[in-house]
């Protein structure tokens, strides 16, 4: 398959998508950018947080979440989901994903299952 990462937000309401995108394909690694205040995220996958502070600058969140995923994807394409969260996270994933040289695949839960869009 290949590696997902997807923003998990802060409302605990919401996570319940999260996992069933978490499930809903064999993912070969699943990364979750979400902030302090969902450390208390469980999953039945093995899943890789990177953890941030939405209070520090764009630029400084960029190169974090860069610095917390360079050589861990083995693949030259990586499926993102942002359904949950905030702009300015979802700005600095894309660009530490584009920085990091990887083609982007928006994916999202369906009824249908996970489908790219």
């Not at 290949?2 to 605990?12: F, Q, S």
């Not at 093995?46 to 939405?54: A, G």
């Given at each position: 398959?290949?590696?997902?990462?997807?923003?998990?937000?802060t409302?605990?309401?919401?996570?319940?998508?999260?996992e069933?995108?978490?499930?809903?394909?064999?993912?070969d690694?699943?990364?979750?950018?979400?902030?302090?205040?969902?450390?208390s995220?469980?999953s039945k996958?093995k899943?890789?947080?990177?953890q941030?502070?939405?209070?520090?600058p764009?630029?400084?969140?960029?190169?974090?979440?860069?610095?917390?995923?360079?050589?861990?994807?083995?693949?030259?394409?990586?499926?993102?989901?942002?359904?949950l969260?905030?702009?300015k996270?979802?700005m600095?994933?894309?660009?530490a994903?584009?920085?990091?040289?990887?083609?982007?695949?928006?994916v999202?839960?369906?009824?249908?299952?996970?489908?790219?869009?």
């Amino acid at each position: 398959m290949t590696d997902l990462v997807a923003c998990l937000g802060t409302d605990p309401k919401l996570w319940n998508y999260i996992e069933k995108l978490t499930q809903g394909e064999n993912w070969d690694n699943i990364h979750l950018i979400c902030s302090t205040d969902s450390s208390s995220f469980s999953s039945k996958k093995k899943i890789s947080i990177i953890q941030i502070d939405l209070k520090t600058p764009l630029p400084q969140l960029t190169s974090q979440i860069r610095n917390n995923m360079d050589g861990k994807i083995n693949d030259t394409e990586i499926a993102v989901n942002l359904a949950l969260g905030a702009g300015k996270e979802h700005m600095a994933v894309l660009s530490a994903l584009i920085k990091l040289g990887l083609g982007i695949r928006l994916v999202a839960l369906t009824p249908e299952g996970v489908r790219e869009v």
